[in-house]
């Protein structure tokens, strides 16, 4: 089984990605919820976390000590719970019980000059004209202007901004929040390449599941192509904005928790937990997503299985069938009349607009009158016995191309028929020739045992009499099928044919002097009208005579004793006709058309000789010489034409005619 066709390996990877992807997030969303700039060595006075939120806290609490210390200093009485304040603040804030160091200082008017790595240096003077340096090794410094009051002012004459510097100790002598956030910060540095080697190595690897899972979507074992099942199907645009609105809902309470999660609170580590989960329901949303978009894309309906496509297709087919069952006459009269109203509204304008629906309706007819073209060559095609032709239809207008398209399927309907002709009468050509081969071997047997018999001393009449009758009965059929077979090939055009110049009027004359004594015997007379000088027509000596042929064996068979046979020749601009007329003895009460049937006979009894072929082989042999069979009945008169190509008279004089008498009776001969 193919890799990309396993269901089990298929729901494993996406299981995988999902988690590949959830513990990238996690990784990432905590090693940003623990990034402290304040800390960082790049420090440039970014905003901080962790320690600078404590720091702010400590921050309020030494405003209000310095507030309180100003109310005392300005002789104000304070209340009990305001010294009590004042004592839980120092002691809060003493050098014992934390980390943080402070100063109040009022800043010189060359102002402050900073160091790298966060540590700075400041000549200050404190109250009472005091100078003092802050600490060369501060782990951090942290500063506020203090807005002062009248009172402040009165302390500080000489009108300078006070600052409040905050720093601490880098020994952490104090076991407080300070001391255990900086432990926790320093114990994610330790970890943080590891973390970020481990966010690495899980992106890549769901994103190669991602890889896989795109070109695994939408095989099946034993299913050739893509399978799209219920979930693709869905409308996309209707998936893909539910499946954002839950991406959108799980991020945003992700961020929630996340943002408040440091370092300082270990105790959070549960919600970093629901947000791995949270995370998780995201990457399967954001895969499922991208999964059917791709099994979409390699089946070619992504944009085709949205609902605005749909509606956007649904308002196109009512529109075209608006347009559709309107004529085409009334759409060229409503497009007339709109071209004239806009020239009438248009009349007293610079004219730059008509100018260009101008253009565009000149284009457009242009265009049209171009496809017409196009259509009626196609259609001179496919009429002149090229039905495969196919007219191209691209860029067409609608009425041009729904007849263009008409014309092609009724070219393929005729190649389709021809095609299903040929095969018929491929069949039964084969048919014919299969069960003549068959009938010949036996047949030819019956034939020389018959001969056989004649030749014995039989002195009963009676069985000479039974001998006869099948020796006559034996040659019949012998003939039937060997007409058969010919009627076959000449209906498929199996014959080889070998067009040459003959004399027509030399070849009637052969034929009916062959046939005469034969006519006589049936109580019949040939008339033949034949013109003096050569008529020359371009046809096979052989096939032409078996034409002459049958026909006059079917005089000698079907006519009335005791009538004529007119055998006449016509000649023409580019053709020569040569006509054989006769009065049945039967009836003809059937359509000219049917007796070239096969097997179609003129007496219905079918008591006379003949097999009912030698008509439809005449015309079969014509047509193969490019000639002209036709049969015409009325009454009981019978008239068969034969016409034929005119050929040019040779060049050469006596010679030339002696030597095209030759070959004409070499093809009677043959």
């Given amino acids: 089984m193919k890799l990309r066709e396993n269901p089990a390996r298929k729901a494993l990877a996406f299981l995988a990605a999902v988690a590949a992807f959830a513990a990238t997030a996690i990784m990432g969303w905590y090693q940003l919820a623990n990034y402290d700039a304040l800390w960082s060595p790049d420090y440039n006075g970014g905003d901080g976390y962790s320690i600078l939120y404590l720091e702010q806290i400590d921050e309020g609490n030494i405003v209000r000590l310095l507030d309180l210390y100003g109310q005392r200093d300005a002789g104000v009485e304070l209340a009990l719970y305001q010294e009590r304040e004042i004592a839980r603040l120092e002691q809060k804030l003493s050098a014992e019980n934390t980390n943080l160091r402070w100063?109040?200082?009022?800043?010189?008017?060359?102002?402050?000059?900073?160091?790298?790595?966060?540590?700075?240096?400041?000549?200050?003077?404190?109250?009472?004209?005091?100078?003092?340096?802050?600490?060369?090794q501060a782990l951090g410094v942290y500063w506020t202007r203090y807005d002062t009051d009248e009172d402040w002012a009165q302390i500080n004459p000489s009108g300078n901004p006070l600052e409040l510097v905050l720093w601490l100790d880098p020994d952490f002598p104090v076991a407080d929040q300070y001391q255990q956030?900086?432990?926790?910060?320093?114990?994610?540095?330790?970890?943080?390449?590891l973390l970020l080697a481990g966010t690495i190595v899980c992106a890549v690897l769901g994103v190669i599941l991602?890889?896989?899972?795109?070109?695994?979507?939408?095989?099946?074992?034993?299913?050739?192509g893509i399978y799209l099942n219920w979930f693709h199907r869905v409308p996309a645009d209707l998936l893909l904005l539910l499946l954002?609105?839950?991406?959108?809902?799980?991020?945003?309470?992700?961020?929630?928790?996340?943002?408040f999660y440091t370092y300082?609170?270990?105790?959070?580590?549960?919600?970093?937990?629901?947000?791995?989960?949270?995370?998780?329901?995201?990457?399967?949303?954001?895969?499922?997503?991208?999964?059917?978009v791709a099994v979409r894309c390699k089946a070619h309906t992504l944009w085709r299985s949205t609902l605005v496509w749909r509606a956007c297709a649904w308002l196109w087919r009512l529109c075209r069938q608006a347009v559709r069952s309107v004529s085409l006459v009334w759409k060229a009269v409503v497009a007339g009349l709109a071209y004239v109203l806009f020239t009438i509204l248009n009349f007293n304008s610079s004219g730059g607009l008509w100018l260009l629906v101008s253009g565009a309706a000149i284009a457009f007819l242009g265009l049209w009158a171009f496809h017409w073209k196009k259509i009626r060559a196609g259609a001179q095609q496919i009429i002149g016995g090229n039905p495969e032709h196919h007219i191209d239809t691209r860029y067409m207008p609608g009425d041009l191309k729904r007849h263009a398209d008409e014309l092609n399927n009724l070219g393929q309907a005729i190649s389709t028929a021809v095609e299903d002709r040929m095969r018929s009468e491929h069949f039964k050509a084969e048919l014919i020739t299969n069960v003549s081969h068959d009938l010949k071997t036996p047949l030819t047997s019956i034939i020389n045992y018959v001969d056989l018999l004649k030749k014995e001393h039989i002195d009963n009449p009676k069985a000479?009499?039974?001998?006869?009758?099948?020796?006559?009965?034996?040659?019949?059929l012998k003939k039937l099928t060997e007409d058969l077979v010919e009627a076959s090939k000449a209906s498929t055009g199996?014959?080889?044919?070998?067009?040459?110049?003959?004399?027509?009027?030399?070849?009637?004359?052969?034929?009916?002097?062959?046939?005469?004594d034969r006519l006589e015997a049936k109580g019949l007379s040939l008339v033949h009208t034949l013109p003096a000088e050569p008529v020359w027509v371009l046809a096979d000596g052989r096939h032409l005579w078996r034409v002459l042929d049958n026909l006059l064996s079917n005089c000698a068979k079907y006519a009335l004793e005791g009538t004529r046979i007119y055998l006449g020749l016509q000649t023409y601009t580019d053709s020569a006709a040569f006509s054989l007329?006769?009065?049945?003895?039967?009836?003809?009460?059937?359509?000219?058309?049917?007796?070239?049937?096969?097997?179609?006979?003129?007496d219905e009894s079918r008591t006379a000789e003949g097999s009912g072929l030698g008509l439809s082989i005449a015309q079969s042999l014509t047509e193969l010489q490019h000639g002209r069979f036709e049969i015409s009945i009325d009454g009981d008169l019978f008239k068969a034409t034969v016409t034929l190509p005119r050929a040019p008279a040779p060049q050469g004089g006596p010679d030339a005619l002696e030597d095209q008498g030759e070959e004409a009776g070499a093809g009677q001969e043959g």
């Avoid at 007329?581 to 049917?594: C, D, G, T, V, Y």
């Fill in 103 to 136: 100063q109040l200082l009022a800043l010189e008017e060359e102002g402050q000059q900073g160091q790298d790595e966060g540590q700075y240096q400041q000549r200050t003077v404190l109250h009472g004209n005091t100078q003092q340096r802050l600490p060369d």
């Fill in 181 to 193: 956030a900086f432990q926790s910060l320093d114990q994610w540095r330790e970890d943080r390449e």
């Fill in 210 to 224: 991602t890889a896989y899972l795109c070109a695994a979507v939408g095989h099946r074992p034993g299913r050739e």
């Fill in 244 to 259: 954002g609105t839950g991406v959108a809902i799980s991020l945003s309470m992700a961020w929630e928790i996340a943002r």
């Fill in 264 to 292: 300082t609170d270990l105790s959070m580590s549960g919600q970093l937990v629901f947000i791995g989960l949270l995370t998780a329901a995201c990457a399967g949303l954001c895969l499922g997503g991208l999964l059917t």
């Fill in 464 to 476: 000479m009499e039974y001998i006869e009758v099948l020796a006559r009965k034996s040659q019949r």
């Fill in 494 to 516: 199996s014959l080889t044919v070998t067009l040459e110049r003959l004399d027509l009027g030399q070849l009637l004359d052969q034929a009916s002097a062959e046939w005469l």
């Fill in 581 to 602: 007329k006769n009065i049945s003895r039967e009836e003809l009460n059937i359509p000219a058309q049917r007796l070239l049937e096969r097997f179609v006979r003129g």
